[in-house]
């Protein structure tokens, strides 16, 4: 048990001294055809990530319970150590104009998109693997745990992220 713990320690520390030799992302793209993440820094790509996006992925998410991620520019604007997820850092959808669109309809645009990793209840590594080889969330960006980790350390609070097709 003693050696197990050590084990995962080790293994803990190298995934954060790893993530703690990124650079800041200055801007996150969104590539959701590709199924890539990528972090940027001057305009140049330094890490890039496959993704898992909404169980509906083709097209800007519209109104709450599409499954749809959304698409265009939006803000990384707040982070939650608490989610239900492996960490999380909020996307800021809807904006104003998402907003109109679902008001002018009469629906909820929705909202809490965020990028994360796994589920926190999810300890089998089979569904891990499962998880990484589909779109399986609500809307959300989801990456691997130890991504999660780079890209929460690379991330500032206010960096712009654009999702395209």
């Known amino acids: 048990m003693i050696k197990t713990i050590f084990a995962f320690l080790l293994i803990s520390l190298s995934f954060t001294a790893k993530a703690m030799e990124l650079p800041k992302a200055d801007r996150v793209l969104v590539k959701k055809s590709e199924r890539k993440l990528v972090l940027l820094k001057d305009g140049k790509i330094f890490r890039d990530y496959d993704i898992a996006l909404g169980d509906s992925p083709m097209g800007h998410k519209q109104f709450e319970g599409d499954e749809r991620t959304p698409e265009g520019r ?3 604007d707040w982070r939650n150590l608490n989610s239900k997820f492996y960490r999380s850092i909020h996307i800021s959808y809807p ?3 998402d907003q ?6 009469g629906r909820s645009p929705g909202g809490m998109i965020m990028i994360h990793g796994q589920p926190n ?3 089998d590594s089979v569904s891990a693997w499962v998880l990484d080889q589909m779109d ?3 809307g959300c960006i989801a990456v691997k745990n130890n991504e999660m980790d780079e890209i929460w350390a690379a991330i500032d609070n206010g960096t712009p992220i654009e999702i395209y097709p």
């Open 74 to 76: 939006y803000t990384l």
């Open 95 to 97: 904006n104003s104009e």
């Open 100 to 105: 109109q669109f679902a008001n002018a309809k």
């Open 121 to 123: 209840k999810s300890t």
């Open 136 to 138: 399986w969330t609500d």
